[in-house]
């Protein structure tokens, strides 16, 4: 069973359990001997120490930068204060990625116009993640103290409890005085030295120690927000991360676009339409000596410009449909079902219209995903829904197809799924083998309109 994290329950414990043994086992009687409870006990120890070091660290570095702020060479120190600590920092991620299980991405590098060194201690102190990690630092120590001291006392009491009848045998008398003091002053004391009492005491030392790994756990998980807020990249730079891959797609997609139709049309209505014009020359030669030939020249000329001009048709609805234009999702979105393979049910439920782009985003995922269930679905009926959830576009299209689509692979909904994230869209494909297949988008809601 995999944890939050992707590491198993139990794994590399070292304690002797097989894999069957821990299945046996409930998750609060296997916790204590689980290497991730080990691990994060482990966390909590070198915590104090790492956490001492940091604190004295950034707290020297930075008064002393201050202090010395009235020279010049306060901006150094401090620079290179800073600059420590988001070494510190570092290595913090990898501790945390270690025996955590955290994966934290690195924050956003600084950024320098120019080369030198006025330019670096710039760049250090205007930088955001040069002071969180210095944040980090001020709060991780006390943290720290407090996280160790639980731990240790769950952990030693827990232990010492539950193993007290063994060292109890070995050592029945010590100093004199049998059992273990519970409580002793000067005129009296009292001593856990009879089987209902070392029966008792091991119980509520079993007790600690079954709950020692969920409270560590619940320790950690206080440092696993640090390490994610104040070391890892902000949500300012996390979000231009994005902006810019979305906009990459953008561009790849629109390009890919372009090529498309300029290969339709070169492949299609205008290699139909050179023909087109040849013929017709040819007929115009004949009319005069073959009028016969030149006509049917011209019948077979009508007909190839109708068939160009149900190329160029095509063409334009696959650029933009002139009925979504005219008349909304529900309208294109039927005309899209009729010329589906199998009988689709449409179902359009919006008080008003979204954005042109959004709707047009909308129109070509159910065109796509209705033309793979003519394809590959062997589906015998398929439905469509579109509706709104306070402001996003939902949109879901299911068939009783053979199901087992992928999203992944560079598949076509891999492709789309690209499409709908550069626009924060969300493709979600549940398609077991043997279906059904439930393919559902969402879309954020923009640029609403009324409808007429």
């Known amino acids: 069973m995999a944890t939050e994290y992707g590491q198993p329950y139990g794994h590399d414990s070292g304690l002797g359990f097989t894999e069957g043994t821990r299945r046996r086992l409930p998750a609060g009687l296997r916790a204590p001997f689980e290497g991730r409870s080990w691990r994060e006990f482990g966390y909590v120890l070198l915590s104090l120490p790492i956490g001492i070091m940091l604190f004295v660290y950034a707290v020297t570095m930075v008064s002393l930068g201050a202090g010395l702020l009235v020279t010049f060479l306060g901006i150094p120190v401090l620079a290179a204060g800073l600059a420590g600590c988001r070494a510190f920092g570092a290595l913090e991620r990898a501790r945390a990625r270690g025996l955590l299980g955290l994966e934290v991405a690195d924050p956003e590098p600084l950024r320098m116009r120019k080369s030198g060194v006025m330019a670096w201690m710039g760049a250090v102190l205007k930088s955001g993640t040069s002071w969180r990690t210095l944040l980090y630092a001020l709060v991780q120590f006390?943290?720290?103290v407090f996280s160790f001291v639980v731990a240790v006392n769950f952990w030693a009491y827990g232990w010492g409890l539950l193993t007290y009848p063994l060292w109890f045998w070995l050592f029945p008398m010590y100093g004199g005085q049998g059992g273990l003091q519970l409580y002793g002053d000067g005129s009296h004391?009292?001593?856990?030295?009879?089987?209902?009492?070392?029966?008792?005491?091991?119980?509520?030392?079993?007790?600690?120690?079954?709950?020692?790994p969920w409270i560590v756990r619940a320790l950690t998980m206080v440092d696993r927000v640090l390490v994610h807020g104040l070391l890892g990249p902000s949500r300012l730079a996390t979000r231009v991360v994005e902006?810019?891959?979305?906009?990459?797609?953008?561009?790849?997609?629109?390009a890919a676009d372009?090529?498309?139709?300029?290969?339709?049309?070169?492949?299609?209505?205008?290699?139909?339409?050179?023909?087109?014009?040849?013929d017709l020359g040819l007929a115009k030669e004949k009319l005069a000596e073959d009028p016969r030939a030149a006509a049917r020249m011209v019948d077979e000329a009508h007909g190839e410009v109708k068939t160009a001009l149900q190329e160029l048709r095509d063409l334009a609805r696959g650029i933009h449909p002139a009925v979504l234009t005219d008349r909304g999702l529900d309208a294109a979105l039927s005309a899209v079902a009729s010329r589906c393979t199998v009988p689709v049910q449409v179902e359009v439920d919006l008080a008003e219209r979204p954005a042109p782009a959004i709707e047009g985003i909308a129109y070509f995922t159910v065109s796509e995903l209705l033309q793979n269930i003519s394809k590959h679905a062997r589906a015998t009926w398929a439905a469509v829904d579109v509706w709104r959830v306070e402001n996003r576009l939902m949109v879901q299209v299911v068939d009783n197809g053979v199901g087992g689509a992928d999203a992944s692979g560079g598949s076509g909904l891999g492709g789309l799924a690209e499409r709908l994230d550069a626009v924060d869209g969300i493709l979600v494909v549940d398609s077991p083998v043997g279906g059904p297949t439930r393919v559902t988008a969402e879309l954020p809601w923009r640029g609403e309109r009324a409808l007429e």
Do not use: K
Not at 191 to 212: H, K, Q, R, S
Not at 258 to 278: F, K, N, P, T
């Open 142 to 144: 006390p943290w720290s």
């Open 189 to 212: 004391s009292i001593y856990l030295d009879n089987p209902f009492e070392i029966t008792v005491t091991a119980l509520v030392g079993l007790l600690f120690t079954l709950a020692t």
């Open 243 to 254: 902006l810019e891959s979305d906009r990459g797609v953008v561009v790849d997609t629109a």
């Open 258 to 278: 372009l090529r498309r139709i300029e290969r339709d049309l070169h492949d299609g209505a205008q290699a139909r339409l050179v023909a087109l014009a040849m």
